[in-house]
């Protein structure tokens, strides 16, 4: 990654603010241009001090705008893409799909294009370059028993994840097309600081906070792979220094939480750190013995939920040599010290838009006994 033109999209965003903090330290010699639309999800407070001390080039765009996209390739000939920018959350899909589509599909061709268009030589492409789709285990379906490798067909089943697969399919189509330089990574549940809480963690966290009830969705039986945000990003770079174009990787943890364990495994948490740390309790609305498994409430489910995600990651950690570093009992109590540590910046995101999200989608769910 040296000495490098490196485009990042979504760099607003939870993974991407991680991913570009991280970089803007490591690359130092390479040129980081962010493109980022900054919707809801988006916040331009998670990197403004890089922008400020111009580590990184700032650039508010939609991806799937197509003229604005091929300018901004046109400008700066990146040799490398990463492209997080997505509509990212399964609930929002179910409410109302088309940004996803727009977004996820039309965005990532776009950027497919505009790469295709800016490094075409006689010969086929540019050396050196690459283009990296982050995706997600969510394309591979539900699992029962055993886990998905790269070989198991796609089978999305949320709108979210239906609109990642199609992305993944157009890019793999560009590979054996046009033999063009790509690669897909498809990482499991992510956790860590920057993330917005509309996702479980960050969601439980700043609902014992502010006094409200946790909903669990169903039974709480649904199960996840949780990775942290740092090794999900160190296995980008790696996959970038080192892999070969047209390869898949998963990139996940082996760390399967059911729900209503891990949400009682955060009250755990949050409490031990609010009894640990005074200065904390002045902004939560409860005291750290209220804070128990009484606040829990099963509510309706998630329509379509998916039961279990797990995948291999063998290739990645055979052919790459990276493994995930961060142990989730040490990751969550980190999180969840940088969630009461910056409450400034909680605040100002569930301010406004989020206001009306939470309502439309908490509010009248029937709770179930
Ligand atoms: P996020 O919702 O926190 O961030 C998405 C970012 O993309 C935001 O900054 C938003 O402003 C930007 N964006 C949205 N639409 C855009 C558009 N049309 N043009 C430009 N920018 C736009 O998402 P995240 O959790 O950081 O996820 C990043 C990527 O990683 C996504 O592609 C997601 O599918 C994938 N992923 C996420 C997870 C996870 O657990 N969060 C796991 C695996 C893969
Ligand atoms: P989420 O963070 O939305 O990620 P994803 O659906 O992409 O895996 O949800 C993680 C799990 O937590 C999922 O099984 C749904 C469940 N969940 C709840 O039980 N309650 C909630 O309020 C939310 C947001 C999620």
Redesign the pocket.
């Known amino acids: 990654m040296e000495d490098k033109v490196i485009i990042i999209?979504?760099?607003?965003?939870?993974?991407?603010?991680n991913f570009v903090r991280m970089i803007s330290k490591n690359a130092l010699d390479s040129k980081i241009i962010v493109?980022?639309?900054?919707?809801?999800?988006?916040?331009i407070e998670n990197i403004k001090d890089l922008i400020d001390s111009k580590k990184i080039i700032f650039i508010q765009?939609?991806?799937?705008n197509t003229q604005k996209i091929f300018d901004i390739f046109d400008q700066y000939n990146p040799e490398y893409i990463i492209?997080?920018?997505?509509?990212?959350?399964v609930d929002r899909s179910i409410l109302d799909s088309r940004?996803f589509i727009?977004?996820?599909v039309l965005?990532t061709q776009t950027l497919l294009e505009a790469a295709r268009r800016n490094w075409t030589v006689d010969n086929g492409f540019k050396d050196d370059v690459m283009y990296l789709q982050?995706?997600?285990?969510?394309v591979y379906g539900s699992i029962e028993k055993g886990y998905f490798t790269e070989k198991n067909p796609l089978d999305p089943h949320s709108p979210?994840s239906a609109s990642?697969a199609s992305a993944d399919l157009l890019v793999k189509s560009y590979f054996d097309t046009y033999g063009f330089p790509a690669v897909i990574t498809?990482?499991?549940?992510?956790?860590g600081p920057y993330?917005?809480p509309e996702?479980l963690i960050p969601l439980i966290i700043n609902n014992i906070v502010s006094g409200k009830k946790l909903p669990v969705y169903g039974d709480g039986k649904n199960i996840r792979d949780w990775i942290h945000v740092s090794d999900?990003c160190n296995a980008i770079i790696d996959i970038l220094n080192k892999s070969n174009s047209g390869e898949t990787y998963n990139i996940g943890s082996n760390t399967e939480w059911n729900n209503i364990d891990l949400v009682r495994l955060i009250i755990k948490v949050v409490r031990a750190e609010m009894e640990k740390n005074d200065g904390f309790q002045k902004y939560s609305k409860f005291s750290p013995n209220e804070i128990t498994e009484n606040l829990i409430e099963f509510v309706k489910d998630r329509p379509g939920h998916d039961k279990r995600y797990a995948i291999d990651s063998t290739k990645i950690m055979e052919v790459i040599g990276w493994k995930p570093k961060i142990f989730f009992e040490k990751g969550l109590r980190d999180t969840v010290h940088w969630y009461l540590s910056n409450q400034q910046w909680v605040k100002k995101i569930v301010s406004g838009e989020y206001k009306k999200y939470y309502k439309q989608m908490y509010e009248r769910r029937e709770v179930l006994k």
């Open positions: 999209t979504g760099g607003a965003g939870f993974i991407g603010t493109i980022d639309l900054l919707t809801y999800a988006g916040n765009c939609d991806i799937s492209n997080f920018a997505a509509e990212s959350h940004k727009e977004t996820n965005g982050v995706s997600t285990d969510e979210y990642k498809r990482c499991s549940n992510n956790y993330q917005f996702k999900h």
